[in-house]
């Protein structure tokens, strides 16, 4: 019953449109409720929005890079740059995205001619429940459940990590591709980079279905052996605010990418350290799809 209930309030918060609503309404990730798949990952920092658009988020080939402009008022104009594998831009799609009946609706034009127009949501099923309290946007909506281990405790502490190799210089031809991560079955994560010209952009998932569950990953810098981006989250993360950033810095060695990715805003707070394995071509992930 509480389930049924916060689901009602949420489909309440999106039915009727608003004369102007701030950020929070809009950021983060959005979905089809229907039809073809299709989501959208807003970025916004003041009236900058950045982010990625994907069909089937698990297949690397269909991301590409959103770039525009947020007012409370005209709400999302945007581009959508889809890109060759090569990093040259293949076309560019213009949209703009505004809160209207039952969701957030994204109309505009196609590259090769020809309009859309589509009604996102909000995904129903909420962020991946975990043992740590969560927040979520937009305002209004039901809180995260919070699941309680077993309370049986681990086998003790886990071996100390030791590097494959001694750390290589890097470039962005490095770094390209997918990065498979921790977490298992359909919430492994996975970190997808692509080229977009001379700058990098990418996207962070797992479960890669649910906006919820996805990052968007900007502002590369590669330094030497060193590579750092930052971890978009916009409408979920653990703790009682939102958005905040998790910049990561990482080393390459063989096959394995070893990063350490910490909170902007919580500098003492440890970070989320974690090996990451590849990297797959992007077209390697070409036709997957989960749940079909």
Known sequence: MRMLLGLAAFATLLAAPAAAEDADFYRGGWRTGSGEPEVYEFVIRGHEVSGIACTRCADGTTLARIAGTFDEKRGIVFTIRHVN??????????????????????????????TFAQTMIKDPRGPTP?????????????????????????????AAYVQPAPWRRIGAADVLGVWIGFGVGIEKQYFFIR?????LFGLACGRCDNPYTMGALDHFAIHGDTL?????????????????????????????????ARRTDMPGRPGIVASLIGPLAIEATKGNAIGE
């Open 228 to 260: 750092e981006f930052d971890i978009e989250h916009q409408d979920w993360g653990e703790g009682d605010h939102l958005p905040f950033v998790r910049h990561v810095v990482a080393h390459i060695a063989m096959n394995e990418l070893r990063m350490d």
């Open 130 to 158: 975990g043992g740590y309290p969560q927040v979520r946007l937009p305002p209004g909506s039901p809180p995260v459940a919070i699941v309680r281990g077993d309370g049986a405790g681990g086998a003790g502490p886990p």
């Open 85 to 114: 594998e090569d990093g040259s831009l293949a076309r560019e799609d213009r949209a703009t995205a505004r809160l209207g009946e039952g969701g957030l609706v994204v109309s505009g034009t196609r590259a090769g001619g020809g």
């Open 195 to 199: 080229r977009d010209g001379e700058q």
